[in-house]
């Protein structure tokens, strides 16, 4: 079994200022992460994912995240937050070769001029 | 061209029609998925398939039903559309490296 859970629904930060998104993750596997980012009225594009490499993952955009075994957690950090960054974000579980991804609620990330 | 398209990108229906929303990809992956979104709840998975002959359920599968014409073609079908399947869809394609490839999406309103 797999979950994931987004533990803000709503994060607000002004211009310039980092950005926390934060995800805990359960599986009974060794998970593959992943997270997504979908503009107003648009698909969803991949950030960034960790699939048992490196634990602290760069992705697009000046993203990253970082995999914490012991917290169950792969919080989204970026150090200055730009306008364009204003977005729904998904962070996604795939775990033990099942290749089903599971998707938290998401957080919608507003940013303030 | 789009890796992923889905077809139609809007559409409006009436309650107790059939309606089919098609997905084809480009990516040469052997695994399809349908999710539905709906705000504040994320993506939840319809139905999978991970090759022509295998098609599964997911979580929300009840009043759908699908077809994997193809390895790069994949159909939804709402039997008899409710309002409340009014939702945002989506169709992805991964493959081994866990790359997950989504569509644009299909707007779908059930009057």
């Known amino acids: 079994a797999q979950s994931v859970t987004q533990l803000d629904s709503h994060v607000s930060v002004s211009e310039g200022t980092p950005v926390l998104l934060r995800c805990n993750y359960s599986?009974?596997?060794?998970?593959?992460l992943f997270w997504y980012v979908q503009h107003p009225n648009k698909g969803l594009q991949l950030l960034l994912k960790?699939?048992?490499?490196?634990?602290l993952v760069k992705g697009i955009n000046g993203f990253e995240a970082e995999f914490k075994k012991s917290e169950t957690s792969f919080h989204l950090t970026k150090p200055s937050a730009h306008m364009s960054d204003a977005a729904e974000y998904f962070c996604?579980?795939?775990?033990?070769?099942?290749?089903?991804?599971?998707f938290g609620r998401g957080t919608s990330l507003i940013v303030h001029p | 061209d789009a890796d992923v398209t889905q077809t139609p990108r809007n559409r409006i229906t009436k309650t107790g029609k059939r309606i089919m929303l098609e997905c084809s990809q480009t990516?040469?992956?052997?695994?399809m998925y349908w999710y539905r979104q709906d705000p504040g709840l994320g993506l939840r998975l319809i139905y999978y398939?991970?090759?022509?002959?295998?098609?599964n359920k997911g979580e929300i599968s009840d009043g759908y039903s699908v077809s994997r014409q193809a390895q790069a073609k994949f159909s939804l079908s709402l039997e008899s559309a409710i309002p409340n399947q009014t939702a945002l869809y989506f169709c992805?394609?991964?493959?081994?490296?866990?790359?997950?490839?989504f569509g644009s999406g299909t707007r779908l309103t059930v009057v």
């Open positions: 996604v579980v795939s775990a033990g070769g099942s290749y089903i991804p599971t």
């Open positions: 990516k040469g992956h052997d695994r």
């Open positions: 960790y699939t048992s490499a490196a634990t």
């Open positions: 599986s009974s596997y060794s998970p593959s």
């Open positions: 992805a394609t991964s493959g081994v490296d866990y790359g997950y490839t």
């Open positions: 398939s991970f090759d022509v002959k295998d098609i």
